[in-house]
């Protein structure tokens, strides 16, 4: 393809002709994914209007939209990181191969194109999945990688097709289905490896089964009756003034009472006698009808469990507890790599060609899952060496979750947002045993 298109050049009157000793780098072949990557542009970003037109009549649609991650997707530091690495690895051929779902309008007008910049692009871009992201999609031909098709100049489309003076609106079934969200939310990298599939692990839940959507549970209706356009999630905003202290306070609640009402834990201990392995049986359970615990980005969530045992105060055992970085002592604990044998961790792991640990997913050709299916347990046995001569033994235990690990922060060179990082503490459980 290339080799022709030089040949064509250089056929042509007129052009410069090309010097056959030099060594510019190959131009890239860009991806071409007719949705959601075409190679000319299928829409104009002129025709979308941002969230700020539609205020003055939805107002609390706006006010909760602007709080969530969607209208955080391309502001979002950490995205925009791994974006640049992926740039910088893979000379600009695959650039808009991670901006596709983000913002479908910059990459489907042209905006977002080979070699692009996010600090050069138009407002409507950076708003990342604004309303007219939604409410513009007419049909979903594919549930992944941005597989639904937009048109700028369609009516509304909305749930309820409620006649509006100011917009046409249309009635579209999608948008009280799972699979508009799924049209995003599966991502599936160039290689063919599964990255993200809760709208996969949605279809074969007990929700899909009962007809619960992602909407029910993600856009939950209001008192006024309309649904959330919250989209809580387990993600708080990292940049500073995104929103207030007061919002991200309440976000935060948000989360935590969603996380709540996830998983719980059920520790149980057996055969415990000073200078004796006693056995910690430790049971998590996935309480989320509709997909996995965790879900979406598990390579760079955190989800696992705490356990530690005291014998008369003294700390004789601990998994799941924090390096000085505030690291797992997993591989990617810089103080304490490999530290903590017995870790158990529900997130999933990339691994390369050659069997190293990588987070980023083009570089992965294995991709390991330890999510808890819909409405299953996973039960693990934990060995505890009792001390001679214990007295009181005590077993502390926690389901723990944490959005974005530091160690990714500070890989990517966003270390000043390595801190204050909050963990969940989703269930706990102990045991006491006094006397020998
Ligand atoms: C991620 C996709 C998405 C985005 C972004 C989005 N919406 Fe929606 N919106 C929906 C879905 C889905 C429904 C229907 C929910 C249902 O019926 O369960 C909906 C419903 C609505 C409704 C009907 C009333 C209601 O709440 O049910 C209005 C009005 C609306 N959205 C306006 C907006 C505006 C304004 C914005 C931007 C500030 C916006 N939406 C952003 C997906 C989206
Ligand atoms: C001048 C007022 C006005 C503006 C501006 C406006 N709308 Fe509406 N819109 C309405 C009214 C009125 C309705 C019908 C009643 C309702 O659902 O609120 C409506 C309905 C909708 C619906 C619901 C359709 C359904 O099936 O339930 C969506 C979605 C929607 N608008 C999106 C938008 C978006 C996105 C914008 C900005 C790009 C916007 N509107 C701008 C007045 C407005
Ligand atoms: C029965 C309620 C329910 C349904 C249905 C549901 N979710 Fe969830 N979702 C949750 C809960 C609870 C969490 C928090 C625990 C977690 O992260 O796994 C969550 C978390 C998430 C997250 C954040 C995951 C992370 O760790 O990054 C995403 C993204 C998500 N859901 C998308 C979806 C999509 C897409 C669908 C539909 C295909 C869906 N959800 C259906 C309850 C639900
Ligand atoms: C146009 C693509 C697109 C569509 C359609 C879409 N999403 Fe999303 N969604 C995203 C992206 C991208 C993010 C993450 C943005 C970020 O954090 O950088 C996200 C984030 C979320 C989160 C927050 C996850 C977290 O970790 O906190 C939830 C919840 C969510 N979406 C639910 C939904 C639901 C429910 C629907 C369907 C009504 C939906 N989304 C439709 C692209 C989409
Ligand atoms: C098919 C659509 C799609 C594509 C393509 C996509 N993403 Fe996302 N991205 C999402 C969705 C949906 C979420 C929310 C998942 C969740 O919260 O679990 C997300 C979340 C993220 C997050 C987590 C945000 C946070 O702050 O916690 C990062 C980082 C991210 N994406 C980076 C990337 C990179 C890098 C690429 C390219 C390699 C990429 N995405 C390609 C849809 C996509």
Known sequence: MRLALVALLAGCPGNVPT????????????????????????????DFQGAASCEGCHEEHVQEWSTS???????????????????????????????????????????????????DQPAIVTEGITCVSCHKITSVERPWNAGHAIDPLAPMQGPSGTPSPIHEVSQSAVFQDSVLCGSCHDVIETSGLPL????????????????????????????????????????????????????????????????AGSADLELDVFDVAPGQTASAVVTVHNLIEGHAFPTGSTFIREAWVELVARADGEVFYETGTLDA?????????ELEPYGDHDLISFASNFTDAA???????????????????????????????????????????????RAIPPYLLRLVGLDAYAVDLPVYDIDTASWVQVGP
């Open 19 to 46: 010097d056959p000793t030099a060594t510019d780098p190959p131009t890239p072949e860009p991806l071409n994914d007719p949705i959601s990557m075409p190679l000319e542009p299928t829409v104009d970003l002129g």
């Open 69 to 119: 991650m969607h209208a955080y997707a391309m502001v979002d530091p950490l995205f925009r990181a791994i974006v640049e690495v992926r740039q910088a690895d893979l000379n600009g051929a695959e650039d808009r191969f991670c901006v596709q779902c983000h913002s479908a309008i910059g990459t489907r007008s042209g905006s977002l194109d080979i070699g692009f910049s996010f600090d």
């Open 196 to 259: 993200e599939r809760p709208y996969a692990e949605w279809l074969e839940s007990p929700a899909a089964a009962a007809g619960t959507t992602c909407q029910d549970c993600h856009m939950p209706p209001t008192e006024d009756g309309r649904h959330s356009h919250r989209f809580v999630g387990v993600d708080l905003p990292l940049v500073d003034g995104f929103v207030d202290e007061a919002t991200r306070a309440d976000l935060q609640l948000r989360i935590e009472e969603l996380l």
């Open 325 to 333: 970085n505030g690291d797992l002592r997993n591989y990617w604990s």
């Open 355 to 401: 069997g190293a640990p990588t987070v980023f997913s083009w570089r992965a050709a294995d991709h390991t899952s330890r999510a808890i299916s819909p409405g299953y347990p996973r039960t693990s046995t934990l060995f505890l060496p009792v001390p001679e001569g214990a007295q009181e033994v005590t077993v502390e235990a926690r389901l723990r979750f």
